[in-house]
């Protein structure tokens, strides 16, 4: 099930408090590079670096290389996975299935 | 600004589950209104025949009566059904906004089952400068709202 997979990524992926921070900077400006996002974080380059590849990996965050640096932008439709799941009918849809599978298993058990 | 920054995109809402039963079975209950009322919503009108025209009624919401227009769109019997979702009214905002969407059933035999597959697709996103500004802070919001969330991951 791709899309359950896709759901899974971004929420494991914002579930630690540090790497949302990050996120949240990333959204918060229109580029940033590694060096910045370290600035005032408490945290280390290589930490912010290893966030950076989960967020990526996740289809959070896009990287831009300019020269020495990469700036880092967030993925316009990264959180769609998740808008999708939450969604008036993402939610409605999957109450449904829940009871068409109660119906299938007394018409057909 | 270009072009694809002002045309409204539109996203697809899709479950995709294997169920074990096998297609007939579960064709019946998608393609019988006395089934699809138990499990989905009761039909007024519907036959699996292309062309067809049918409606669900739900809740009422501002200007909307709360009816949701369907027709059949095709049918490949155990395999395919798919019928146009229309509905709401462009003063509603979230419960009842208006509504030009597309419902494709699919059944695909597999070990143990079927797959079934439902696309809903045509939300529209409204993709405009004030739109994406406002999304930036949905985005906020929603992220605040991560830890609830996963806890519902195991």
């Not at chain 1, 996975?81 to 449904?96: I, Q, T």
Request: glycine share 8%; aromatic share 8%.
């Amino acid at each position: 099930m791709p899309e359950t997979a896709a759901i899974n990524a971004v929420m494991r992926t914002l579930a630690d408090p540090t790497r949302r921070a990050v996120f949240e900077r990333i959204v918060g400006s229109e580029e940033i590079t590694v060096a910045e996002l370290t600035r005032g974080s408490g945290v280390t380059q290589g930490a912010i670096s290893q966030h950076l590849k989960s967020l990526k990996q996740a289809g959070l965050v896009a990287e831009r290389p300019a020269g020495r640096n990469v700036f880092y932008r967030a993925e316009p439709n990264g959180l769609a996975p998740l808008v999708d799941w939450m969604s008036l009918y993402g939610v409605f849809w999957r109450e449904r299935f829940i009871r068409l599978r109660t119906l299938l298993k007394e018409i057909d058990p | 600004m270009n072009d694809t920054a002002l045309k409204p995109q539109t996203q697809d809402i899709v479950v995709d589950q294997v169920l074990p039963h096998t297609p007939a079975t579960i064709w019946k209950t998608l393609t019988t209104s006395e089934l699809m009322g138990r499990w989905l919503m009761v039909p007024t009108g519907f036959e699996p025949v292309k062309g067809k025209q049918f409606t669900f009624q739900t809740t009422p919401a501002g200007a909307w009566d709360g009816v949701i227009h369907l027709q059949v769109l095709d049918v490949a019997p155990n395999e395919r059904l798919v019928y146009s979702w229309k509905g709401g009214h462009e003063t509603n905002a979230d419960y009842g906004s208006r509504l030009d969407t597309v419902v494709t059933w699919t059944l695909t035999p597999v070990a143990g089952g079927t797959r079934l597959r439902l696309v809903h697709s045509g939300f529209v996103i409204r993709r405009n400068d004030a739109a994406f500004q406002k999304m930036s802070e949905g985005w906020k919001h929603v992220v605040q709202h991560i830890d609830t969330l996963s806890g519902e991951l195991h």
